[in-house]
Each structure stands twice: as structure tokens, then as C-alpha cells.
């Protein structure tokens, strides 16, 4: 194969800090590459020296004669005075009716969310973040043979995550990306650069892979990496409870790595923490009743919902962009109150709610101070921590802790936005988007401290090795005003978004390209469960264990209800109550069973 682009002994630096240190390296044909590494290590820096938007202080850059390529940094600027349209198709130089009888391109403007954006929308008037997929449209459109990619799954959403994986997958380019994204960088990379200490250390296979090898690695180092092969080996013990083949081939002596995982425990304690949860919160935590959800404009996103969060509940919530789920988060918060119905809240909740805006950050102190601002220490599972340890554990060096709030970056004013909201000691966790501008590392150590906490939590993110792995029930909106459980979690919310996308088309197959359409296209979603072959059959067998957990649970639920009923008897209010949610619970039940039956079937 051929190299498409070289990287020769090259050296950058900004100011007195050198991001790369004489690296060499290539990209082939029909290689695809994920880059990782510590926010501000250098891998947008990389990125654009390797596509030619920064010159390297030293070293050679050299690419072959031709190159068609296109580059989507976090930094691109749309040309003011354009459209959409423009700025997506113009470049392609060809009539509309050209590339609108072109399924591909159709494809990429379904599945990036162009279509329900509008051709004719001036760019002036978009979001930052339809901005940033109007811009990965204009480069996925095009026949390359490279494509260079900063952070592209960020603003879009679950399916969009998936398509766009399918999309990378499937297409003939070369492709270079930096992510956070553990499921996407798994999915989609042949090759793993890691930007570490100015160099760049170069990996067989995606996410898995590279963790087995940092573990190698981590189990020859000294005693000073002590935490970090700690934090390598429960990351390793949760890939090998999960499917059973995820990485490629056992490239990297597996075996001694697995030898680090043999005395570690699970994750976590559920039955440990749902009862110290009950302790401390007692049995009402946030109810919802009867409650309608609505936009500013009176468009209603979720009717008559009635919806009791529990003790020590983990929840993750999914559904397209727009379809209320930063609504829902901020009436459970009890910020906005529901058009009608009723919010109720336990006596002893204490909210703890990271928002997607960094807009409640004390810019005028240092980093450790608006960290001891909330609290000195706290109380996490049975150890007690101080604010300098946990802001360590996320993150901030102690030399990084004298840093002025106002001087940190995006991804680091995340970071410590995520340890005040901690710190708070929360027994309730409303988290929207955590994982946006956090790098691998910081969401290993997040998903850490998560383990170990007690309360109830519900998570909205598009990242969903983030959801399965802290998660243990899965609830979507559909945008047909309900709140849908999900037993078979985000693969089970992808196949039912594909059928809507399907029977959708249908009604709609003579609508034209510029008319509302569903997220993603049919063709693309009808085989979202089928991005890798084998991978099928482990996914089932993963959604087989979740639903046996489910129904546990659920048994438990409806044995505690029914002895809750008994003793209602002469409380005509209180039993209605409980025998609606009996009812409730008793048709989730069937329904999982129902799911549980037709995978034990197929998997014979």
C-alpha cells in the first residue's frame, strides 16, 4: 500500500511547551487511524501539521502528488454570505438533479442532519454545533482519499454516532480522527495513535487494543505508575466482562495483561450501593406526575408522564437532538416547572447537576479554590478525599491547581465544572453531555468515581460505551410524547429508530431533499446493528445479560409493590397509586421477558 502522507523527524512547539518531539510517521491507503491523548498533549496540533494548516518548526511534511483530501478541525470557518446548500454541494460543481438522484450523497445529508436543517438556511444563523455538521458534510459529500477529522462526533447524537461510524467504515478514504468517543474509535480505526509526551506511540486495532497494550505497558512500569495501572486493570476487567472478542487478535501477549485482572472485582456493588442510597435518601427521590413537557413556543415534547426515580437508580437517557431530553433533566432538576402535572421531590435530595454550558464557573480563582469553595472533602463510597485529590483524579496536576479559572481551556473548565458538582456531595446526579471535551483518561477516572457512588444518577449522552458501562436501564424519547424504556439499551433504541426511519421513508418517498426527513436514512439505519459481522451475536449475548438483570430487578419491584398494596388496604388514595405502578412495572416485566425469549431463541 501506498503512503499517502509522511511525517519526517517533525517537531512543534507553542511558546516554551513542545507538543512534537522529532516524530515520524505515515498514513496508508484505506487506513484508518484514531487519535487519543490528554486534552491540550498536542493532537489537534498533529492533525494540522499532518494536513498542511500549520507549518512544523523542524522535520518534513510530504504528500503524494494529487491528494484529494478534506480536513474538519474543531477550529473551521464557514464563508459568511453562504448557505447550506452552498457550502455543501456548490463545491461539487454539479447540477441538483445530478446529486439528488446520488443515494450516497442522499445519505450523508440524512444522516449528518442536513436535510432537516434546510438547503436555503444561511450559515449565519446556525449553531455552533449544526455549524460543525454542516462543515463534516461538505467533506463526507466528496470522493477522497484522505480525510482528517477533529472531534466529529461531537453535537451529534447517538444514531448520528452510529451512522457516521457506518458512513467512515464503509467509504474507500484513508482516515485520520482525533476522539473521545471509546465505541466510535473501537468501531471505526484499524490504528491507534496515542499523543503522549511529545511523541506519538502507534497501536494495531481500535479502543480495546490500545488498552490492553497501555495495561502491557503499565505492568513493566515502576512503582511510580501505580495508579494508572490500577485504574488499566479495572478498565480491562469491564472489556472482558463485556463481549468476549472485542479487540482484533491478540497481539500484545494478552495473556500476562489479563493476569492483572484476575483478583479484581466488579465494578461496582449494586446491591452495596442501592442500599446505601436508601440510607441517604429515603424512598422518595423526584416523581414526576401527570406531566406535560413543552417547548418555549407550547410544542409539546412529552405528555402526561408520570415517572418515579428511585434509589440508587442509574439511568441513561437517549433520543434525537431536539427531542426534549435537556427538557425533561432540567424540569427533574426542578429548574423549569411542567406545563401541567406535578414535580415532586424527597425531603433529603440534594441535586448535583453538570449542564452542558460552562457558565457557572467562578472565573476570578484559582482552580483549587473554586474546588475548596464547595467543599474541603468528601465522603466517596468508604474513603474520605480531599479537593486536591479529586481534583487530581480528573485531571488538574498539582502545579495545574494554582491555574486561574479564566485561563483554563474549554476542556479543562469541564473538568473542574464536573469536580464542584462532586464536591457538592449530591446523592442525586443529573448529568447533560458529561463526556463533551473530556479525553479518554479523564472519562476512565470519571466512570471510576461513578462506580463507587451511591446515589441515583441520570445521564444524557451521545456516548454510549459511557452509557452502557454506568448505566442500568436505558429510556428514550421517540418524539411521539412518551418516555420509552429500553431493555435492550441503545442497541434496541437504534433498531427501533431504524424502523421509524423506514416507515417513515416509506410515507414520505416522493417528499423532496430539502423537506423535513428522519435523522439518518433508511438504508444507513437498517443495518446500525450490523456495523461488524460477528459482532451481532455479542451484542446480543451482552443485551441477553442486561435483560436478566432487568428482570430481577423488576421481580424484586413488583414483589415490594404487592406488599406495599397489602398494606395500603384501607388507603383508597395510596392504593391507586400503587397499583398503577404495578401495573406499570408489570408490563415492563412482560415486555422483557418478551425480549429475553426471542434472543434465547436466536441464539439457540
Same mark, same amino acid.
Given at each position: ?192 495513535? +496515542? ?26 512500569? $515502576? ?63 423526584? +416523581? ?15 405528555? $402526561? ?33 411542567? &406545563? ?46 480531599? &479537593? ?59 466512570? $471510576? ?133 404495578? $401495573? ?21
Amino acid at each position: 500500500m501506498a503512503n499517502l502522507v509522511n511525517l519526517e523527524q517533525v517537531s512543534k512547539s507553542f511558546g516554551v511547551k513542545p507538543l512534537l518531539e522529532r516524530v515520524s510517521l505515515g498514513v496508508q491507503e484505506n487506513e484508518r487511524i484514531g487519535v487519543v491523548g490528554l486534552n491540550g498533549g498536542g493532537k489537534t496540533t498533529m492533525l494540522e501539521v499532518l494536513a498542511g494548516i500549520e507549518e512544523p518548526d523542524s522535520g518534513r511534511v510530504s504528500r503524494v502528488g494529487g491528494l484529494r483530501m478534506a480536513v474538519v478541525t474543531q477550529r473551521g470557518v464557514l464563508p459568511p454570505g453562504s448557505t447550506v446548500g452552498d457550502v455543501v454541494l456548490a463545491p461539487l460543481g454539479v447540477a441538483e438533479h445530478e446529486w439528488a438522484g446520488d443515494a450516497r450523497i442522499r445519505s450523508v445529508l440524512d444522516g449528518i442532519g442536513i436535510t432537516g436543517l434546510g438547503l436555503d438556511a444561511p450559515v449565519e444563523q446556525l449553531s455552533g454545533g449544526e455549524r460543525r455538521r454542516t462543515a463534516l458534510a461538505a467533506a463526507l459529500v466528496r470522493d477522497l482519499d484522505l480525510l482528517v477529522l477533529d472531534e466529529p462526533t461531537n453535537h451529534l447524537d447517538v444514531e448520528g454516532v452510529q451512522w457516521l461510524a457506518e458512513h467512515l467504515v464503509n467509504r474507500r478514504s484513508s482516515l485520520v480522527v482525533v476522539t473521545h468517543d471509546r465505541w466510535f474509535l473501537d468501531t471505526v480505526a484499524t490504528r491507534t495513535w +496515542e499523543v503522549v509526551g511529545g511523541g506519538v506511540e502507534t497501536y494495531e486495532g481500535g479502543y480495546a487494543d490500545w488498552i490492553f497494550a497501555r495495561a502491557e505497558r503499565s505492568r513493566q512500569a $515502576d512503582a511510580a505508575e501505580d495508579r494508572r495501572r490500577n485504574l488499566a486493570r479495572k478498565e480491562l476487567a469491564w472489556l472482558r466482562r463485556g463481549p468476549p472478542a472485542r479487540t482484533s487478535k491478540p497481539r500484545y501477549r494478552i495473556e500476562a495483561a489479563e493476569a492483572l485482572i484476575a483478583d479484581v472485582p466488579a465494578p461496582r456493588d449494586s446491591v452495596a450501593l442501592a442500599s446505601f442510597a436508601r440510607t441517604r435518601l429515603g424512598r422518595i427521590v423526584i +416523581e414526576l406526575e401527570d406531566a406535560t413537557l413543552t417547548t418555549p413556543d407550547g410544542r409539546v415534547l412529552v405528555n $402526561d408522564l408520570t415517572w418515579r426515580l428511585a434509589p440508587g437508580e442509574r439511568i441513561g437517557l437517549v433520543g434525537v437532538n431536539g427531542s426534549g431530553k435537556t427538557t425533561l433533566l432540567r424540569t427533574l432538576a426542578g429548574e423549569l416547572e411542567p &406545563a401541567s402535572g406535578r414535580r415532586v421531590e424527597g425531603k433529603t435530595v440534594r441535586i448535583g447537576w453538570l449542564r452542558q454550558e460552562l457558565d457557572d464557573l467562578p472565573v476570578d480563582m484559582r482552580v483549587l479554590e473554586a474546588v475548596q469553595d464547595v467543599a474541603e472533602r468528601i465522603q466517596l463510597g468508604d474513603k474520605e478525599i480531599s &479537593a486536591g485529590q479529586l481534583a487530581e483524579r480528573l485531571g488538574f496536576t498539582p502545579a495545574r491547581q494554582r491555574t486561574p479559572v479564566g485561563d483554563l481551556s474549554g476542556g479543562e473548565r469541564r473538568r473542574l465544572q464536573l469536580t464542584r458538582v462532586l464536591m457538592s456531595e449530591p446523592n442525586v446526579l443529573l448529568l447533560d453531555e458529561p463526556t463533551n471535551d473530556l479525553d479518554i483518561d479523564t472519562l476512565q477516572q470519571l466512570e $471510576d468515581l461513578l462506580d463507587s457512588w451511591a446515589g441515583t444518577l441520570v445521564v444524557i449522552s451521545h456516548d454510549r460505551y459511557l452509557v452502557e458501562r454506568i448505566c442500568d436501564s436505558t429510556w428514550a424519547l421517540f418524539g411521539d410524547g412518551r418516555l420509552t424504556n429500553l431493555p435492550g439499551g441503545i442497541e434496541e433504541y437504534l433498531r427501533r429508530r431504524a424502523r421509524l426511519a423506514g416507515a417513515a421513508d416509506a410515507a414520505g418517498s416522493g417528499r423532496s431533499i430539502g423537506s423535513a426527513a428522519p435523522a439518518a436514512s433508511a438504508s444507513a439505519s437498517a443495518s446500525a446493528s450490523t456495523v461488524k459481522g460477528s459482532a451481532d451475536e455479542r451484542a446480543a449475548r451482552k443485551e441477553l445479560s442486561r435483560l436478566e438483570r432487568s428482570l430481577v430487578k423488576l421481580d424484586d419491584r413488583e414483589k415490594t409493590l404487592h406488599a406495599a398494596l397489602a398494606e395500603a388496604a384501607t388507603d383508597p388514595v395510596r392504593a391507586q397509586t400503587l397499583g398503577a405502578e404495578l $401495573d406499570t412495572v408489570v408490563a415492563e416485566k412482560n415486555a422483557v421477558e418478551e425480549r429475553w425469549m426471542e434472543l434465547a431463541d436466536e441464539l439457540g
